[in-house]
């Protein structure tokens, strides 16, 4: 994770951002602080990140790369704004053990790239390219299944779907055409299908370690699907970092030992 110690609005990538709504940077990191003591309450090792001056969506760690295994395939970021965020995390995975690759398409990590069991599912349409699942399978050696967004609210996959555990997903199915839609009744049938009100308030935007699943508070019907699922939903305010367009998932790189 990266402390929002220099995060700001002061451009627009996607729409929940809006330079004219203050951000107030001292709320962020106390958001972000309680999210981090959460992992760590719950038994979870957490590393942080030194943040870098003039990277105020580096925050976001979520993008930083796909990891499986020993491999961190790093972002090629959609957007200039982001792209030296690509630099700083390739340090850190390196020093991490991490064999580091790149990719010749745009793809934003684990935003928009997410491992479920021995699958990738990849969200295409705003920021991966169509041609990347391709090109992140042969690298990673699993199939990557390519869905495609359609709202730009749900820009990234990790903000209408999310990943609960080796065969258990949510996801809301308006962010997605019906070919994915499709593809995902067929892949998931149990699936919990969220409402949108969940989702606009970025209620999918969370982490789940298989049974706490962390997510933005505001999402309370999902909060009670997943109660009802089994799993330990737990509810934090992180409304200062929505003013990005993020919330516990886009904070988080999940590293697995
Ligand atoms: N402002 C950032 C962007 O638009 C937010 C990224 C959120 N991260 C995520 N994994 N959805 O790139």
Request: a negative charge.
């Amino acid at each position: 994770m990266t402390p929002p110690t220099f995060f700001t609005v002061r451009y627009v990538i996607n729409p929940w951002m809006d330079t004219a709504i203050p951000v107030d940077t001292a709320t962020a990191v106390a958001q972000w602080a309680v999210l981090r003591d959460t992992y760590r309450r719950l038994g979870h090792a957490v590393d942080e990140i030194a943040p870098v001056p003039g990277l105020p969506d580096m925050v976001y760690a979520a993008n930083a790369a796909l990891i499986v295994d020993d491999t961190a395939v790093i972002a090629r970021f959609r957007h200039h704004q982001r792209a030296g965020e690509s630099w700083a995390y390739t340090r850190w995975l390196r020093a991490h053990g991490y064999t580091t690759v790149s990719t010749v398409h745009v793809q934003e990590g684990q935003g928009d790239l997410m491992l479920v069991g021995s699958m990738v599912l990849a969200g295409i349409g705003f920021r991966t390219a169509p041609q990347a699942p391709a090109e992140i399978a042969k690298l990673v050696g699993l199939p990557v299944v390519g869905l495609e967004l359609t709202d730009p609210r749900f820009y990234h996959l990790d903000t209408a779907l999310a990943v609960l555990d080796d065969t258990t997903i949510a996801y809301y199915p308006a962010a997605f055409t019906a070919e994915a839609r499709a593809t995902l009744t067929e892949l998931f049938p149990d699936a919990i299908v969220v409402a949108g009100s969940d989702a606009h308030v970025l209620g999918l935007n969370a982490v789940s370690d298989g049974r706490h699943v962390i997510h933005p508070a505001a999402a309370t019907g999902f909060a009670d699907q997943l109660h009802r699922a089994g799993f330990v939903p737990i509810g934090l305010d992180l409304s200062e970092l929505l003013k990005g367009g993020g919330a516990a998932k886009c904070c988080t790189l999940e590293v697995y030992p």
